[in-house]
């Protein structure tokens, strides 16, 4: 069974917050930025969504149905101050939100870790955040 939240339903939430439209114009990829350059398509600033890990629960005689699920969520740009920006805005969009994502009821966003890297070959500035989404999944009986 698939999760009602991965990669491409958390990156679509993403996309429809005002200021990482704003900051990234829409560019918000599931998995890895596209290395296909169409016509110089401008790649960056953007934010890259990973899902890294799950916890589940087990009850004496099933699978309880909430999920921590564990996603990295990394902002891109080629100036370190618009990277800290554009992650600003994606950590208050998701650090404490309760309601629907995708087909789930999220309980609880915590962000749990966040740190800054400089990929020098290509020459972006990284903001990695790792965050945990606590949230109900359909469990068969």
């Known amino acids: 069974m698939a999760d009602p939240i991965d990669e491409p339903a958390l990156a679509e939430y993403l ?49 309880d149905s909430l999920l921590a699920a564990e996603y990295q969520v990394d902002t891109y740009a080629s100036e370190y101050e618009t990277a800290v920006r554009l992650a600003g805005i994606v950590r208050r969009a998701l650090a404490g939100f309760s309601g629907q994502m995708g087909g789930a009821r999220v309980a609880k966003v915590f962000c749990t870790s966040d740190s800054d890297f400089l990929d020098p070959d290509p020459g972006l500035y990284r903001r990695f955040m790792q965050f945990s989404v606590w949230y109900h999944e359909t469990v068969a009986a």
Not at 17 to 36: C, S, T, W
Not at 39 to 58: F, I, L, N, Q, W
């Open 15 to 63: 996309k429809e917050i005002p200021g990482v439209m704003e900051v990234a114009g829409g560019r918000v990829f599931a998995m890895m930025i596209p290395q296909h350059d169409f016509r110089g398509a401008k790649k960056v600033p953007c934010v890259v969504v990973s899902r890294v890990g799950a916890t589940r629960a087990e009850l004496l005689c099933r699978q």
